[in-house]
């Protein structure tokens, strides 16, 4: 049974930075596609950052060059360093897994599309 649960500190003014992790376990190989994703009221959870099957790393657009999405795979986590957090920041954070490579959609839409989900983690950044 795969599971993964997020953990991290979930509040920060602006301008400040935080790190989610996702620990996994169970039946999740190395070169299955992992990301984080973010939902807020009303909208349509979306993708922040990915990484896919050959280690392909993307990034939504308004994150580019503020978040870093990383891997240890000694300790079976999934990191997300966000730097420079804005108010609009402010969401759930999930993380995901699907089986083999990303689904052949843009980050905007894949978040119907993974296997499996955490929980998720809120994150506030304070103006």
């Known amino acids: 049974q795969v599971q993964l649960v997020e953990s991290g500190v979930g509040s920060v003014q602006a301008g400040g930075s935080l790190r989610l992790a996702c620990e996994y376990s169970?039946?999740?190989?190395?070169?299955?596609?992992m990301g984080w994703f973010r939902q807020v009221p009303g909208k349509d959870r979306e993708g922040v950052a990915v990484?896919?099957?050959?280690?392909?790393?993307s990034y939504e657009d308004s994150v580019k060059d503020r978040f870093s999405i990383s891997q240890d795979n000694a300790k079976n986590t999934l990191y997300l360093q966000m730097n420079n957090l804005k108010p609009e920041d402010t969401a759930m954070y999930y993380c995901a897994v699907d089986r083999g490579w990303c689904p052949a959609y843009g980050l905007d839409q894949m978040g119907g599309e993974m296997d499996y989900w955490g929980k998720g983690i809120l994150v506030t950044i304070s103006s």
């Open positions: 169970g039946e999740i190989w190395r070169n299955d596609c």
């Open positions: 990484r896919d099957s050959d280690g392909t790393l």
